[in-house]
């Protein structure tokens, strides 16, 4: 295993373009597109594609086309997961899921970041934080999750929200940043 690649498992700054790291990326873009390719009728194909590409995978999963992700083994995915069109996962560091998940189109969720600083930027530094989302967790239509973000059980997140921030069980967030709108 390339140091680079120690140093990416491990949450530590690393050089993105890293030789076996690209290769990672290759791959797993190689397990995308065939996912991308199947039709709903083939769902056995899709699970075990998703058993291939994710670190873990839950009972009765359902991704739609078109599901983006880097390297695909830094997810993991609880039972009964709907993930609708059009998804991306940066998947830099961890993104867990719980069960019972529900994702509108176009959500996107990033665990990848870059350093401030713009002579490490340049050098292509690579960063990320978790992100994890709780069981019974509804994410609504075009929402974003930025780096380092947990959202607790049976969280509503509106359709257009940017989640900057964590949020407890049990809440309705909305808005840009969101903010608790309601307690359930």
């Given at each position: 295993?390339?140091?680079?690649?120690?140093?990416?498992l491990?949450?530590?700054?690393?050089?993105?373009?890293?030789?076996?790291?690209?290769?990672?990326?290759?791959?797993?873009?190689?397990?995308?597109?065939?996912?991308?390719?199947?039709?709903?009728?083939?769902?056995?194909?899709?699970?075990?594609?998703?058993?291939?590409?994710?670190?873990?995978?839950?009972?009765?999963?359902?991704?739609?086309?078109?599901?983006?992700?880097?390297?695909?083994?830094?997810?993991?995915?609880?039972?009964?997961?709907?993930?609708?069109?059009?998804?991306?996962?940066?998947?830099?560091?961890?993104?867990?899921i719980?069960?019972?998940?529900?994702?509108?189109?176009?959500?996107?969720?990033?665990?990848?970041?870059?350093?401030?600083?713009?002579?490490?930027?340049?050098?292509?530094?690579?960063?990320?934080?978790?992100?994890?989302?709780?069981?019974?967790?509804?994410?609504?239509?075009?929402?974003?999750?930025?780096p380092?973000?947990?959202?607790?059980?049976?969280?509503?997140?509106?359709?257009?929200?940017?989640?900057?921030?964590?949020?407890?069980?049990?809440?309705?967030?909305?808005?840009?940043?969101?903010?608790?709108?309601?307690?359930?």
């Amino acid at each position: 295993m390339s140091p680079e690649k120690i140093k990416f498992l491990a949450g530590q700054p690393y050089q993105i373009r890293d030789p076996e790291l690209m290769r990672d990326i290759l791959h797993a873009r190689q397990l995308v597109r065939k996912l991308n390719n199947l039709d709903d009728e083939q769902q056995e194909q899709k699970q075990l594609i998703l058993s291939k590409l994710f670190k873990h995978i839950g009972k009765n999963a359902d991704i739609q086309p078109f599901f983006h992700c880097d390297f695909g083994y830094n997810i993991s995915v609880g039972d009964n997961f709907l993930c609708n069109y059009d998804c991306v996962m940066l998947d830099v560091s961890p993104i867990t899921i719980g069960d019972n998940c529900l994702f509108a189109p176009h959500v996107q969720i990033y665990a990848a970041e870059h350093p401030l600083d713009a002579e490490r930027r340049t050098a292509m530094i690579g960063l990320g934080r978790p992100v994890t989302i709780g069981d019974n967790v509804w994410i609504g239509g075009g929402s974003i999750l930025i780096p380092g973000v947990s959202l607790g059980n049976n969280v509503v997140v509106g359709a257009g929200s940017v989640v900057t921030r964590s949020f407890p069980d049990n809440v309705v967030i909305a808005g840009n940043p969101a903010q608790i709108i309601r307690h359930l």
